[in-house]
C-alpha cells in the first residue's frame, strides 16, 4: 500500500482562542512517545479527507488543536494516508500508531486503546435513486446484494441483523464502494450518508443520486491507539480534549463547537428524557434555592443528584442570574462565574439571552437551541425550560434544565 506524508495547511487550523494546556505539564518523556506516533487517516469525508493537497476534516482539525496544545513538536510527517483496512490492520498490530476516525463498537472495545468521542455518526443503507429499492424491517435486508468497505463497522451491524459477511461485497475504500453502485455490481450500500454526500461531489455525481433506504445505526467515532500504547499517553490526549470541550472562550463558544460548527453537523438524538422530568427537575432546584442558595448551587456545582441525574447525564441544572452570569452548572462548573450574554449558538441564536429576558418577562418557558451533550461527541438539538425564582438571599436566578431532541 502505498502511504503519503501530508502537509496540513496553517489555513485549515482553527485558530486558537485560548491556552488549554493539561494542569500538570505533560512530562517530557510522554511527549517524545506522543511524536514518535505514526498517525494513520483514510478519505472519509467530513471527519478527515485528503483533497487539493492538503487534509481535511474536523478529526483532523481537532487533532491538530490537541497537538497545538499539548505542545508536541508535530509536523507533516505525523500524518499518513491509507485504505481503512491497511490503516486498520497495521493500527492493530504495530505499536505506536494510531488510526481515525474508528467507530467503537463493542467487538472492538478492548482491540484498542481509545481517545474521544470525537463526534457521532449515522449509518445507513444507500441505494440509486429511482432504483425502486425499499428497505422496511431488517428481513428486507436478505433481499438485496449490499457493498461494504473491509473492516467497516457497519459490516457487524449488518451481521447483528443476519446478514452474513460472506453474502457482502467487501471493497479497500469509499471511492471502490460509490462505483460499484453505480455500475449497477451491487443493489446498495452500507455508509455513512453525509460522508457519502461529499464524496459523491468528488466523483461528479449529485446527492440526488443516491436515497437513504434504511437507518442501521448512531455509533460514536474516536481516535484508535494501537492496545499498548502507554496510558499517560491516552490520559494526556483525553485530557485534552475534554479541555478543548468544555472551556468557553470569549466568544462563548469552544474550539471543540467552532470545528464542528464549521462542517455544520448538527444532530438529533431521543434521550429518553421527558419535558415533565425537566419541569420537574427544575422546580426541586428551584425549591432548593428558595430554602438554602449557597448550599445548593455548591451541589450543583459538584454534579450531586437530584441535579445531575444519576442515570443520564443529559439531564442537569444550571443557573443563571439576572447578568446572563452562570452561577451553576451541573455538568461543567468551568463556565460558572462567566457572563454569556451575546453569546450565541453556532446558528447565531443568543439562545442564553432569551432564556434570561424569557424567565424576567414572563416567569417560565422553553427556548430551542443547539448544544453539545455531556455524555456523547457532537453537537444537539436542544430545548431547555426555565423558571424566575427568588433565593434565600433575595436574589433573583433563573433556574433550568434541558432535553435533546
Known amino acids: 500500500m502505498k502511504t503519503m506524508r501530508l502537509f496540513i495547511g496553517t489555513a485549515f487550523l482553527v485558530v486558537l482562542l485560548f491556552s488549554c494546556k493539561t494542569d500538570d505539564e505533560i512530562a517530557s518523556t510522554t511527549l517524545t512517545k506522543i511524536e514518535s506516533i505514526a498517525y494513520i487517516t483514510e478519505n472519509y469525508p467530513p471527519y478527515n479527507y485528503y483533497e487539493g493537497d492538503h487534509f481535511h476534516g474536523l478529526a483532523t482539525e481537532l487533532l491538530v488543536e490537541i497537538w497545538n496544545n499539548m505542545g508536541v513538536n508535530l509536523t507533516n510527517e505525523d500524518i499518513v494516508l491509507m485504505d481503512w483496512d491497511d490503516g486498520y490492520n497495521k493500527t492493530l498490530s504495530e505499536e505506536n500508531t494510531v488510526l481515525f476516525s474508528t467507530a467503537k463498537i463493542p467487538e472492538r472495545e478492548n482491540l484498542f486503546k481509545w481517545v474521544g468521542p470525537i463526534t457521532v455518526i449515522n449509518e445507513s443503507i444507500i441505494a440509486r435513486a429511482g432504483s425502486g429499492i425499499t428497505i422496511s424491517t431488517e428481513a428486507d435486508l436478505a433481499n438485496h446484494s449490499i457493498g461494504v468497505v473491509k473492516d467497516y463497522s457497519n459490516i457487524s451491524l449488518l451481521n447483528e441483523r443476519g446478514i452474513q459477511t460472506s453474502e457482502l461485497t467487501e471493497v479497500a475504500n469509499a471511492e471502490q464502494l460509490y462505483t460499484k453502485l453505480t455500475n449497477g455490481e451491487v443493489d446498495c450500500i452500507a455508509f455513512s450518508e453525509t460522508t457519502g454526500n461529499i464524496i459523491i461531489n468528488a466523483l461528479g455525481y449529485s446527492p440526488g443520486d443516491f436515497v437513504s433506504v434504511y437507518t442501521l445505526s448512531s455509533t460514536e467515532i474516536y481516535y484508535a491507539f494501537n492496545i499498548n500504547t502507554d496510558n499517560k499517553v ?12 468544555e472551556e468557553k472562550a470569549a466568544d462563548g463558544f469552544s474550539v471543540y463547537e467552532k470545528i464542528l460548527s ?8 431521543d434521550d429518553g428524557i421527558t419535558e415533565q422530568m425537566v419541569i420537574d427537575l427544575v422546580e426541586q432546584t428551584a425549591a432548593d434555592l ?7 448551587l455548591t451541589s450543583i456545582n459538584n454534579g450531586n443528584a437530584p441535579y445531575k441525574n444519576p442515570g443520564n447525564s443529559a439531564l442537569y441544572a444550571f443557573v443563571y442570574d439576572t447578568t446572563v452570569t452562570i452561577l451553576a452548572h451541573a455538568t461543567n462548573p468551568s463556565l460558572v462565574g462567566k457572563c454569556l450574554k451575546g453569546k450565541p449558538d453556532v446558528t447565531g441564536k443568543n439562545f442564553r439571552d432569551d432564556i434570561v429576558n424569557g424567565a424576567l418577562k414572563n416567569g417560565t418557558g422553553w427556548v430551542d437551541y443547539i448544544y453539545s451533550k455531556p455524555d456523547r461527541g457532537g453537537l444537539y438539538q436542544k430545548t431547555s425550560y426555565y423558571k424566575l425564582t427568588i433565593g ?7 433556574v433550568c434544565a434541558g432535553k435533546y431532541k
Not at 428558595?290 to 445548593?296: F, G, K, L, V
Not at 434565600?392 to 433563573?398: A, F, Q, R, W
Open 262 to 269: 464549521s462542517y455544520r453537523l448538527i444532530q438529533h438524538s
Open 234 to 245: 491516552i490520559e494526556a490526549y483525553q485530557t485534552t480534549l475534554e479541555k478543548l470541550k
Open 290 to 296: 428558595e430554602t438554602n442558595r449557597d448550599a445548593t
Open 392 to 398: 434565600s438571599t433575595g436574589e433573583k436566578l433563573i
